[in-house]
């Protein structure tokens, strides 16, 4: 099965800084990376995903890289605001089975 | 509002009393799917449906029970709940099964449990 590592835990950040949040993953056959927004008291909600095929992917101040040879894929948060504060899963995805990482929460300071 | 529900919000319960988890979906989605979520380790996934009368286990499927009898509904089921099972559970949804399960899940709010 898969397994993902994700670093690190906890990420307490400036506001106007930048975030980065790294994943690893184990399984070389995994082909699909969602990262999820988990505010308090809510469910998990999509923010970026890339596939397998693709280096990086931009969204506004979001971005996602992946490197398949090392197996590992990044998320990027530039300028942050009060309202990244959440915690953020990064994901992979082989034959149907999502496996999470553990999360990170981001705590963005004034 | 297309969404996922889930009922009840909060339950506190006691060693061995069944219970259920129900969850619903109004955007017609094939795949539904159950998680618990437990500090340190994320989100674990507990069953998934690929659609209507098709289910399968995920990660930590010991102790809960799933059915999928229409597309809309996937309850989940903890026929004699014990401690170990004192977590936030979701349920979430997602539009095909193609490419099985490569699509961007929507979740429910989450049902917070406590075994006693």
């Known amino acids: 099965g898969e397994n993902v590592e994700q670093h690190p835990s906890t990420l307490s950040v400036q506001e106007g800084d930048s975030a980065v949040i790294k994943c690893t993953y184990s399984?070389?056959?995994?082909?699909?990376f969602p990262w999820y927004k988990q505010e308090l008291g809510k469910g998990p909600q999509l923010i970026i995903d890339?596939?397998?095929?693709?280096g990086e992917k931009k969204d506004q101040r979001i971005a996602v890289t992946l490197n398949k040879t090392a197996k590992h894929f990044s998320l990027h948060i530039t300028e942050t605001q009060p309202e990244d504060s959440a915690v953020y899963f990064c994901?992979?995805?082989?034959?149907?089975?999502?496996?999470f990482g553990a999360g990170t929460q981001v705590v963005v300071t004034p | 509002e297309a969404q996922v529900t889930q009922n009840p919000r909060y339950l506190i319960t006691v060693t061995g009393k069944k219970l259920t988890v129900t969850c619903s979906q109004n955007?017609?989605?094939?795949?539904m799917s159950w998680y618990r979520q437990d500090p340190g380790l994320g989100l674990r996934q507990i069953y998934y449906?690929?659609?209507?009368?098709?289910?399968d286990k995920g990660d930590v499927p010991e102790g809960y029970k799933v059915s999928r009898k229409e597309k809309r509904n996937f309850p989940l089921i903890l026929e004699s709940p014990s401690p170990n099972q004192t977590s936030l559970y979701f349920c979430?949804?997602?539009?095909?099964?193609?490419?099985?399960?490569?699509?961007?899940?929507?979740f429910g709010p989450g049902t917070r449990l406590t075994v006693l």
């Open positions: 979430a949804s997602s539009l095909s099964s193609r490419g099985r399960g490569e699509n961007e899940q929507f």
């Open positions: 399984d070389s056959a995994s082909n699909y």
């Open positions: 890339i596939r397998s095929n693709v």
């Open positions: 994901a992979a995805i082989r034959w149907g089975k999502l496996q």
């Open positions: 955007m017609n989605h094939e795949y």
């Open positions: 449906s690929m659609n209507v009368e098709v289910t």
